[in-house]
């Protein structure tokens, strides 16, 4: 599965960024779809996901600033980051799974973009 990220920059503290993730080989509104992230010297942590149903979850490091979404005529997979903060400074993935379980671990996904990076001045 091909997953590609974009969207990504360098912004100031309280800026916003949005990122999207495109896919050509599955429906995105058929499979959940993640977002994780990756800081400097930190392990790879959940941000969000959105299930086949619509549901959605967040970390709560992030819950009321950012906001995950998908555009099925687009095949595309969006994660919107306002109210950014420093910490927030991290390598973003796109996550899909074709399987029933949908959560904020990495071990539930199996397929993986190569990351666009974010980088939140203060």
């Known amino acids: 599965v091909q997953l590609v990220e974009s969207g990504g920059g360098s912004v100031q503290a309280g800026g916003s960024l949005r990122l999207s993730c495109a896919t050509s080989?599955?429906?995105?509104?058929?499979?959940?779809m993640g977002w994780f992230r990756q800081g400097p010297r930190k392990e790879r942590e959940g941000v969000a996901y959105?299930?086949?149903?619509?549901?959605?979850r967040y970390a709560g490091s992030v819950k009321g600033r950012f906001t995950i979404s998908r555009d099925n005529t687009k095949n595309t997979l969006y994660l919107q980051l306002d109210n950014l903060k420093s910490e927030d400074t991290a390598m973003y993935y796109c996550?899909?799974?074709?399987?029933?379980?949908?959560?904020?671990?990495?071990?539930?996904?199996?397929?993986w973009g190569q990351g666009t990076q974010v980088s939140v001045s203060s």
């Open positions: 959105i299930s086949p149903h619509g549901t959605t």
């Open positions: 080989e599955y429906i995105v509104n058929d499979n959940c």
């Open positions: 996550a899909l799974t074709t399987g029933s379980v949908c959560s904020l671990s990495s071990r539930t996904f199996e397929n």
